[in-house]
């Protein structure tokens, strides 16, 4: 059998990169195509098999600047020639899925995301605060295609397979189409628990989705020390508003990420997030989290839905159940309520209970899930649903 | 639980606008989004709100000019930030269906009509005798990319209501989606039965694909009189093969056209429908309806086939068609009872629809929560 993987692009080591790692431990004899290839700049693993890119990687500046040719996306992933293949697998956060594929080959699509900046969270990414007047009118006619374009080629793909139940979801609402759910890898084995010292730690990339703006503010107001790990478009603005609890970290590596993960009090983040790798990965270090409860987090983590009354609330944290809190609005009113709740109930968290937690999101699982998925769709073959 | 209503303009009460009215009176806090709104055109029922438009009312002239606008209402109706709602009702026969919504939000959608001068309509619209060579092929271009956004966003619709099996149907066609049929509302109330004279009525703006010439043409070789209310593009070509038989009313108030359906002898509706509001309004008022046997009249309306008919249809759209309709009417007078009329018009009453229209709502909601989990 003849495996074409289908990527967005490659240009660094993230969560997709993660799975497609995988997926070429899968299948090493496959080939892989996408938009654009930064040499070097994703794992060896990757990096040994053969990679065809698109033309958006002739196009000036694409290495760094390939995001301004998004209009261009559909047609460049539209003209690769996979005649040859039997089986498609995209694994898409954008238009990977969109290829071409015939009527006598399997197209399987890992899906991260349907462009969820075209959907549902275009007003968080093309927000006043991030766009010029003039940009915020030139943007929408071009959403207004690739929307368009977007649910059409959604056609193409045989099966689906969503990185959690929320992007399902999404996949519905959006493509009307059915799902399975597979959780993508967290490497949890390189993480370790230590004795907590007085910090609140974030990791997380600075985009505005994330909120990182909200976690600022309440821990402002809560006078509680903060450390932000990572590095993003909103990085130099959101900086300017550090108090003298809040400390910047900048990007920082694996190892020096783990050291900080194995020593926080506790995980803040206030993203509602498609899976939410960092969040896992601070369970897998022993420590609870303090998250806001939608979206993959809130399939993902054990968290505790706050009721609002402070006795309830502490009684059933007592119990030593969870993995951690779980605040109800996106809001500074309802962190800050989290997080004095957690304060009070500190000892109440079992690292080795969220560490046993997190172990069944290990790559094997991962690895293991996805074969057994994609032998039992190449049985159903193409064409039906999932 | 938070509710949008999304309407695509409003710069007058028509039948669409009745709908939307009963949805404002049933959800008396929901917002409402629409692209162009007049304001003082509408009943206070709709005006007593929260109204969010799009660009499309900034753009020049755009209250006399909005119809040019038409390419860009895809776009500015995608603009609509509807985050934080739980239910979204659009009431839609343009762009309203295509506003984007989050997955943990119920896009519901009663649905007027699929655009339908860019499916069955185009020719009727921007056809040959009526828009030239050069205009129509720049039409055509954005009639294209209308066709493939309507049916693109066709997707961002959970649950259909047609308005009509007719328009069901037109859904099931373009969208390849299923619906749930509730006819709009029609105010009987309005009407009574009265004293019924000699003429025949026609009340409808005068737009080709309304086909009054053909009633005004049956009425003149068959030298009956009708009267013709309403204004509209075809007015001069109606005046000139109507002769002597015909009497051009023009514009009239609600009262007027209450007495005016009171007193005709049948009410004559020659053209294809999505629904037809006025062929139940002649109903309401006792009147027998002679129609073109296609389109929403054939719900509305029932046959000489049928137990206590209320009209007659004809199958062939000409002019002999209709006159013979006409004749098997004259023929047949006797068997059209008033109070059975307007019995049958009742049923499409506005409280009938308030009531199913909130039944299928509430319903179809609970269901998507439950989906949700």
Same mark, same amino acid.
């Given at each position: 059998?003849?495996?074409?993987?289908?990527?967005?692009?490659?240009?660094?080591?993230?969560?997709?990169?993660?799975?497609?790692?995988?997926?070429c431990?899968?299948?090493?004899? !496959?080939?892989?195509?996408t938009?654009?290839?930064n040499?070097?700049?994703?794992?060896?693993?990757?990096?040994?098999?053969? *990679?065809?890119?698109?033309?958006?990687?002739?196009?000036?500046?694409? !290495?760094?600047g390939?995001?301004?040719?998004?209009?261009?996306f559909?047609?460049?992933?539209?003209?690769?020639?996979?005649?040859?293949?039997?089986?498609?697998?995209?694994?898409?956060?954008?238009?990977?899925?969109?290829?071409?594929?015939?009527?006598?080959?399997?197209?399987?699509?890992?899906?991260?995301t349907?462009?969820?900046?075209?959907?549902?969270?275009?007003?968080?990414?093309?927000?006043?605060?991030?766009?010029?007047p003039?940009s915020?009118?030139?943007?929408?006619?071009?959403?207004?295609?690739l929307?368009?374009?977007?649910?059409?080629?959604?056609?193409?793909?045989?099966?689906?397979?969503?990185?959690s139940?929320? *992007?399902?979801?999404?996949?519905?609402?959006?493509?009307?189409?059915?799902?399975?759910?597979i959780y993508?890898?967290?490497?949890v !084995?390189?993480?370790?628990?230590?004795?907590?010292?007085?910090?609140?730690?974030?990791?997380s990339s600075? !985009?505005?989705?994330?909120?990182?703006?909200?976690?600022?503010q309440?821990?402002? =107001?809560?006078?509680?020390?903060?450390?932000?790990?990572?590095?993003?478009?909103?990085?130099?603005?959101?900086?300017?508003y550090?108090?003298?609890?809040?400390?910047?970290?900048?990007?920082?590596?694996?190892?020096?990420?783990? =050291?900080?993960?194995?020593?926080?009090?506790?995980?803040?983040?206030?993203?509602?997030?498609?899976?939410?790798?960092?969040?896992?990965?601070?369970?897998?270090?022993?420590?609870?989290?303090?998250?806001? @409860?939608? @979206?993959?987090?809130g399939?993902?983590?054990?968290?505790?839905?706050m009721?609002?009354d402070?006795?309830?609330?502490?009684?059933?944290?007592?119990?030593?159940?969870?993995? @951690?809190?779980?605040?109800?609005?996106?809001?500074?009113?309802?962190l800050?309520?989290?997080?004095?709740?957690?304060?009070?109930?500190?000892?109440?968290f079992?690292?080795?209970?969220?560490?046993?937690?997190?172990a069944?999101?290990?790559?094997e699982?991962?690895?293991?899930? *996805?074969? =057994?998925t994609?032998?039992?769709l190449?049985?159903?073959?193409?064409?039906?649903?999932? | 639980?938070?509710? /949008?209503?999304?309407?695509?303009?409003?710069?007058g009460?028509?039948?669409?606008?009745?709908?939307?009215?009963?949805?404002?009176?049933?959800?008396?806090?929901?917002?409402?989004?629409?692209?162009?709104?007049?304001?003082?055109?509408?009943?206070p029922?709709?005006e007593?709100?929260?109204?969010?438009?799009?660009?499309i009312?900034?753009?020049?002239?755009?209250?006399?000019?909005?119809?040019?606008?038409?390419?860009l209402m895809?776009t500015?109706?995608?603009?609509?930030?509807?985050?934080?709602?739980?239910?979204?009702?659009?009431?839609?026969?343009?762009?309203?269906?295509?506003?984007?919504?989050?997955?943990?939000t119920?896009?519901?959608?009663?649905?007027?009509?699929?655009?339908?001068?860019?499916?069955?309509?185009?020719?009727?619209?921007f056809?040959?005798?009526?828009?030239?060579?050069f205009?129509r092929?720049?039409?055509?271009?954005?009639?294209?990319?209308?066709?493939?956004?309507?049916?693109?966003?066709?997707?961002?619709?959970?649950?259909?209501? /047609?308005?009509?099996?007719?328009?069901?149907?037109?859904?099931?066609?373009?969208?390849?989606?299923?619906s749930?049929?509730?006819?709009?509302?029609?105010?009987t109330?309005?009407?009574?039965?009265?004293?019924?004279?000699?003429f025949y009525?026609?009340?409808?703006?005068?737009a080709?694909y309304?086909?009054?010439d053909?009633?005004?043409?049956?009425? /003149?070789?068959?030298?009956?009189?009708?009267?013709?209310?309403?204004?509209?593009?075809?007015?001069?070509?109606?005046?000139?093969?109507?002769?002597?038989?015909?009497?051009?009313?023009?514009?009239?108030?609600?009262?007027?056209?209450?007495?005016?359906?009171?007193?005709?002898?049948?009410?004559?509706?020659?053209g294809?429908?999505?629904?037809?509001?006025?062929?139940?309004?002649a109903?309401?008022?006792?009147?027998?309806?002679?129609?073109?046997?296609?389109?929403g009249?054939?719900?509305?309306?029932r046959?000489?086939?049928?137990?206590?008919?209320?009209?007659v249809?004809?199958?062939?759209q000409?002019?002999?068609?209709?006159?013979?309709?006409i004749?098997?009417?004259?023929?047949?007078?006797?068997?059209?009872?008033?109070?059975?009329?307007?019995a049958?018009?009742?049923t499409?009453?506005?409280e009938?629809?308030?009531?199913?229209?909130?039944?299928?709502?509430?319903?179809?909601?609970?269901?998507?929560?439950?989906?949700?989990?």
């Open positions: 059998m003849k495996v074409a993987l289908v990527h967005d692009w490659l240009t660094g080591m993230r969560g997709g990169e993660r799975c497609l790692e995988e997926f431990e899968l299948f090493p004899a !496959a080939h892989v195509y938009l654009l290839h040499k070097g700049a994703v794992s060896p693993r990757i990096e040994a098999m053969p *990679i065809h890119a698109s033309f958006i990687q002739e196009l000036p500046f694409a !290495a760094r390939y995001r301004y040719y998004l209009p261009l559909p047609t460049a992933i539209e003209m690769f020639d996979l005649r040859e293949y039997d089986l498609i697998l995209s694994s898409s956060h954008c238009a990977a899925k969109g290829v071409r594929c015939h009527p006598h080959q399997v197209h399987i699509s890992y899906c991260y349907p462009m969820r900046y075209v959907w549902d969270m275009a007003h968080l990414y093309f927000s006043r605060e991030v766009f010029s003039l915020r009118r030139l943007i929408p006619p071009f959403l207004n295609g929307r368009m374009w977007d649910a059409l080629s959604s056609r193409r793909v045989d099966h689906f397979i969503a990185i139940r929320h *992007i399902a979801r999404r996949i519905a609402k959006h493509y009307r189409r059915d799902a399975a759910v993508p890898p967290v490497d !084995a390189r993480f370790k628990h230590e004795k907590a010292e007085d910090y609140y730690l974030l990791v600075f !985009a505005p989705y994330k909120r990182i703006d909200l976690i600022m309440a821990f402002r =107001e809560l006078r509680l020390p903060l450390r932000i790990v990572g590095e993003g478009q909103e990085y130099r603005r959101l900086k300017k550090a108090g003298p609890n809040i400390r910047f970290m900048g990007r920082l590596s694996d190892e020096a990420v783990v =050291e900080q993960m194995a020593r926080c009090k506790a995980f803040v983040f206030a993203a509602e997030e498609d899976f939410g790798i960092a969040p896992l990965e601070a369970q897998a270090a022993g420590k609870p989290v303090i998250a806001y @409860g939608r @979206g993959g987090v399939e993902t983590i054990d968290g505790y839905p009721s609002g402070a006795d309830r609330d502490r009684a059933a944290l007592a119990g030593g159940e969870y993995g @951690g809190v779980f605040f109800p609005r996106q809001d500074v009113a309802s800050v309520a989290a997080v004095r709740l957690f304060e009070t109930t500190t000892d109440c079992e690292p080795a209970k969220l560490r046993a937690h997190v069944l999101f290990a790559p699982r991962f690895k293991r899930e *996805i074969k =057994e994609i032998d039992r190449l049985t159903a073959g193409s064409g039906g649903g999932n | 639980m938070k509710i /949008a209503l999304i309407h695509d303009w409003l710069t009460m028509r039948g669409g606008e009745k709908v939307l009215e009963v949805m404002c009176e049933l959800w008396p806090e929901a917002d409402l989004y629409t692209l162009l709104h007049v304001p003082g055109k509408l009943s029922a709709i007593n709100r929260k109204i969010i438009t799009s660009g009312q900034k753009l020049p002239k755009a209250v006399e000019w909005y119809r040019y606008y038409l390419p895809p500015a109706i995608e603009q609509f930030d509807l985050r934080g709602y739980d239910l979204v009702l659009s009431t839609s026969h343009c762009v309203a269906k295509g506003v984007i919504t989050q997955p943990a119920c896009h519901i959608s009663y649905i007027h009509t699929p655009m339908r001068y860019v499916w069955e309509l185009f020719e009727e619209y056809g040959a005798q009526r828009t030239g060579r205009k092929l720049i039409i055509s271009f954005f009639a294209n990319y209308l066709r493939l956004w309507d049916v693109a966003s066709a997707n961002r619709v959970d649950d259909f209501i /047609a308005n009509s099996g007719h328009v069901a149907k037109r859904i099931a066609k373009h969208y390849r989606r299923a749930t049929v509730i006819h709009p509302p029609v105010d109330t309005r009407f009574s039965i009265g004293q019924p004279e000699d009525l026609v009340v409808s703006a005068l080709p309304k086909r009054i053909l009633a005004v043409q049956a009425c /003149a070789r068959m030298r009956r009189k009708i009267k013709v209310v309403g204004t509209g593009q075809d007015e001069d070509l109606l005046r000139r093969i109507g002769g002597e038989y015909i009497d051009f009313l023009g514009w009239q108030d609600d009262a007027t056209i209450v007495q005016l359906y009171q007193k005709c002898r049948a009410f004559l509706f020659p294809e429908e999505d629904f037809g509001i006025t062929p139940l309004e109903q309401a008022s006792g009147r027998p309806v002679i129609a073109f046997g296609k389109g009249a054939r719900e509305t309306v046959g000489m086939h049928e137990e206590n008919p209320t009209g249809f004809f199958s062939e000409t002019v002999d068609g209709l006159m013979q309709a004749a098997t009417f004259e023929q047949n007078e006797s068997r059209f009872d008033p109070v059975q009329t307007r049958h018009a009742l499409f009453d506005r009938v629809f308030r009531r199913r229209i909130k039944e299928h709502v509430e319903g179809y909601y609970a269901t998507y929560r439950a989906q949700q989990g």
